[in-house]
């Protein structure tokens, strides 16, 4: 795409997040919807263009009184509104729409209206990974790391510590679930999940969502909210299966997209100010850092151990305090669009002073997709 | 019977020959038979994934593998509830493509799980269709 030509006017999550029983997964999708539309003054029928992953686009547009001429129903898991991002982008850009509204329900934790959730067993996971006992994400997302462990000597205190400095993140947010200090110890001693992973290094379960509205650049200086512009996008996938990743301590999903974004966007990693990078279990900012290439391979442990991400740091990343300590409702990747939004408004609970730039970076499944959305407060 | 309620495979079509190796107490992957590429690849379908010629063979694979990398799983999945915690493993074939599995005749502790570890496969006889292959340490139990 065309960096700057596209821009974020209107953004909000779920009025609650955490538990909200009083909500199913299409209504938690309504909810963030009219909240993102009210941020921007707008209506549903202002809204053309239709795209999200849980729910399909039908059904939130029907749901919300919409008539698209355009809809995007990719689902390639948490990653997919960061691919939504990129696709409305190109798609405004293409005049099939004009105002592209991305949303994200799920109740991931109350089950209401959530549909279910399973593996056919003649699938290639159901015929080859599923019959080893996998307990779902905690068992299978992690597998990689002991591979990454011995090939770069990344120590259990090293992968404890990523979520210790995110609590760090968490503690100045109100809307956090988890805000109370953590130290290394306390991570190594909770509950052992998938050794080597302890429950404080994995994810949190929740309900929320959250919604964005896109438009051209040209439109959005019209609109009562500071634009957000795409400057860089990518995306790519690599495989639905864990155990067929072509390496263990890279994600080639990661490495494609944040190149992209990285070329599209025309910047180097100096010109970063604030970092996302998706977090469903304590290795994701280590695979993230070096992929995306802010450090070398092997690096991004003692990178995060030196203080460089934690509040007041160089490099400030998953400033809402992220999967682990912010909200997980499955398909997280719609909270990290939101935080860097946040930040490029200068509205975040944990504000970065003077951010400019902003990566945001999903994953899929695990290690499965990837998507890259590089934004700017200033049109280029 | 605890057994009975793990999840099982279902073989299809391109599939169906893994399956039958294992019912037979053997490993059977595929290598593509174009001379430029011979790449051997798992799991099975019925072109090369390397250069999609449709060129490719079922062969024996030796069973030899090492130890990638693993998780030991402390919330069983159903019907897993008295396994508990064992170890979901991603083993390397000598011939080079790596498969998930379990590993038997060996402690499920991170000391007696060594990356690299040689091992060789073993096939578990759920009933008359499947057959599992799961991986030991080479040379037999320790």
Avoid at chain 1, 56 to 64: F, K, W
Avoid at chain 1, 343 to 358: F, M
Avoid at chain 2, 99 to 122: H, I, K, S
Wanted: proline letters at 8%; glycine letters at 10%; aromatic letters at 8%.
């Amino acid at each position: 795409m065309k960096p700057g030509s596209v821009a974020i006017v209107g953004a909000a999550e779920t009025t609650e997040l955490g538990v909200i029983p009083h909500l199913s997964q299409i209504g938690l999708h309504a909810d963030a919807a009219l909240n993102a539309l009210k941020d921007c003054g707008l209506t549903p029928k202002d809204i053309d263009g239709v795209a999200c992953a849980g729910e399909s686009p039908t059904n939130v547009a029907h749901y919300l009184g919409i008539t698209p001429t355009w809809v995007d129903g990719t689902a390639v898991g948490g990653c997919s509104f960061m691919l939504h991002v990129r696709h409305a982008a190109a798609a405004i850009n293409e005049g099939l729409c004009t105002t592209v509204l991305i949303t994200h329900g799920q109740s991931g934790r109350s089950r209401v209206g959530a549909g279910r959730w399973g593996v056919s067993p003649d699938s290639l996971q159901g015929q080859f990974e599923t019959p080893y006992g996998p307990s779902g994400p905690p068992s299978m997302f992690t597998i990689p790391v002991l591979r990454y462990m011995k090939e770069y000597g990344l120590t259990h205190e090293q992968l404890a510590m990523v979520a210790v400095v995110q609590r760090e993140w968490a503690a100045k947010n109100p809307r956090a679930m988890m805000k109370d200090p953590i130290t290394v110890e306390d991570v190594l001693n909770s509950r052992m999940i998938a050794y080597p992973f302890h429950l404080l290094e994995c994810c949190l379960v929740t309900d929320g969502g959250g919604a964005l509205v896109l438009t051209s650049a040209d439109r959005a200086k019209d609109f009562p909210t500071k634009p957000v512009y795409i400057i860089g996008t990518g995306e790519s996938v690599e495989t639905p299966m864990v155990s067929q990743m072509e390496d263990f301590t890279t994600s080639k999903a990661f490495r494609v997209s944040g190149k992209k974004a990285f070329e599209e966007a025309g910047i180097t990693h100096d010109d970063v100010d604030h970092l996302m990078i998706y977090d469903a279990f304590a290795h994701l900012p280590i695979f993230g850092l070096e992929d995306l290439g802010f450090v070398g391979r092997g690096e991004a442990a003692q990178f995060i151990w030196e203080g460089n991400t934690r509040p007041g740091g160089k490099l400030p990343l998953n400033t809402n305090g992220g999967g682990l300590s912010y909200t997980h409702t499955g398909m997280y990747g719609m909270f990290a669009l939101q935080e860097s939004v946040r930040q490029l408004r200068g509205t975040a609970p944990a504000q970065v002073p003077d951010v400019k730039i902003s990566v945001c970076h999903g994953v899929g499944g695990m290690f499965a997709a990837s998507g890259t959305i590089i934004m700017s407060n200033e049109r280029p | 019977m605890a057994e009975t309620r793990k999840p099982l495979p279902k073989a299809t079509p391109e599939t169906q020959e893994f399956w039958d190796g294992t019912r037979a107490g053997e490993l059977r992957i595929q290598r593509c038979l174009d001379p430029q590429c011979r790449h051997v690849y798992f799991p099975p379908r019925p072109f090369c994934p390397k250069c999609a010629s449709p060129d490719v063979e079922w062969f024996r694979a030796s069973g030899r593998a090492t130890l990638y990398s693993y998780v030991i799983n402390h919330r069983p999945a159903p019907g897993f509830e008295e396994d508990a915690p064992y170890a979901i493993a991603v083993v390397q074939l000598e011939e080079g493509p790596r498969m998930m599995t379990n590993l038997v005749d060996v402690e499920q502790t991170p000391e007696a799980l060594q990356l690299d570890m040689p091992l060789e496969v073993t096939f578990e006889k759920v009933n008359d269709e499947i057959s599992l292959p799961k991986f030991r340490p080479a040379g037999g139990a320790r």
